[in-house]
DNA sequence: ACATATTGTTACCCTAAAAGAAACAATATC
DNA sequence: GATATTGTTTCTTTTAGGGTAACAATATGT
């Protein structure tokens, strides 16, 4: 859609799919479907979220997927980190004018500003877990 | 450089730049070369600081760039408003499946979420001001 | 009045990241 | 061994961000 990166948003969708609790035989094409996006790119995420301990996938025919923990044991900075989303806001990286006081600080001062930000984004996405997401699902539906 | 909006980023530059005080007649070319980006940009990002009522900026022969009010009445959150830029993480924009009720549900949620975050993250915004952003530009050189 | 130096705005191009898509490898089931 | 799945690679397409230049608007100074 976007040059923005949407598969923080997309993994919870996946991770919501297999956690519904409607079949337990879902495949990486069901998901697909759910999220209307191509099953190549489902499973480009679906393989992440595997390698970070998060789901279990059964390759062969009749393969399935799995949340590999209960729901409520998965937090949303578990799925963002699964997935590796890009930084709340990026620093710009324009090499420092030597001359320039404010061009020199700027680097470590901005770290320490982004640094601050992206932490407390993190916390707030660990006080919701993948349990809550299903359940506002269902309220809302 | 990438593809992610730095101008948050580099409007802290400007504004630091302006705020640092060595000298009061800045242009954006002098601006421009201390962030090390092409003049054109920088002015664009200029103008939305100025819209937002952050800078005062001169026409002009000698015209000139300064901060519009005191650099501790001046926070981050500000300058993230003033450039417009993008939110925390983005979501996907598929069509809903309108058979799958996940898919249905998804988007309310995923809102809710988004905004959590969003307000936690603006308010770890409002906490630093560009007085304290210079005061620690100062301590680092 | 006119030349000049600045900000403000527009338009266009280039690049890099994200996503779509297809092909194929690896693997398990029947 | 046929088949259906996940896993991975590769290529293409789309899009947003940024670079750049040109010009409009505006104020200064001579």
Do not use: W
Not at 32 to 53: D, E, M
Not at 54 to 75: E, H
Request: contains cysteine.
């Amino acid at each position: 859609m976007s040059a923005n990166n949407t598969q923080f948003s997309i993994a919870i969708h996946l991770m919501a799919g297999l956690g519904y609790g409607v079949r337990s035989d879902i495949t990486s094409t069901d998901l697909a479907s759910s999220v209307n996006a191509c099953p190549s790119f489902v499973r480009r995420i679906l393989s992440k979220l595997s390698k970070a301990g998060l789901v279990r996938t059964m390759r062969g025919k009749s393969g399935t997927c799995q949340l590999a923990r209960p729901a409520d044991d998965i937090t949303l900075l578990d799925i963002y980190e699964a997935v590796d989303a890009p930084k709340v806001f990026a620093v710009h990286a324009y090499p420092a004018q030597s001359l320039c006081p404010v061009s020199c600080g700027f680097k470590p001062m901005i770290d320490h500003v982004l640094e601050k930000a992206q932490i407390s984004f993190e916390e707030t996405l660990t006080e919701t877990t993948l349990a809550d997401v299903i359940t506002e699902i269902k309220k809302g539906t």
